[in-house]
């Protein structure tokens, strides 16, 4: 089931209960091939903390999304930056995944950051991103073998 967890307003802040052991969601997380099933294909993707990689979605977006892993805790946590270059003036956000053992599964939580909600253009584009993730979600849940 995925729910808000609605803890600030200006963050997309989206959670979801997998069946499956951390390992398994840091790895859908974390391996490129799977990544490009439910997510976005990355290039250059490593989980080392520096790495600069891309998402490329050339049939839902007219430029790449560059991106900076900020940390990398196996099974934990994983975070990165969120930027569009194209958008004048440049967005960028933060996004981060944790996960905590539960049961006989994983509480995953998805925050993203760095929305001004007081700039109407940024309130747009933070409720935009939060249907997106909401959309996405479940193609994880798949890709998992839920």
């Not at 959670?15 to 951390?22: D, I, W």
């Not at 390992?23 to 976005?40: I, K, N």
């Amino acid at each position: 089931m995925i729910s808000d967890a609605g803890l600030d307003p200006a963050a997309v802040e989206v959670g979801a209960f997998l069946s499956r052991p951390t390992a398994a969601v840091w790895h859908a997380l974390t391996d490129p091939d799977l990544l490009a099933r439910w997510l976005m294909r990355p290039t250059g993707f490593t989980t080392s903390v520096g790495t600069h990689f891309i998402f490329s979605a050339p049939a839902q977006s007219p430029c790449a999304i560059v991106c900076e892993i900020l940390a990398a805790r196996p099974d934990e946590q994983l975070t990165y930056s969120w930027t569009y270059p194209g958008a004048d003036p440049p967005i960028r956000w933060i996004v981060d995944w944790t996960m905590q053992p539960q049961g006989r599964g994983t509480r995953l939580l998805l925050t993203q950051t760095g929305f001004d909600i007081e700039d109407r253009r940024q309130k747009m584009m933070r409720n935009a991103m939060e249907r997106g993730w909401r959309n996405v979600l479940p193609r994880l849940r798949d890709v998992l073998g839920h």
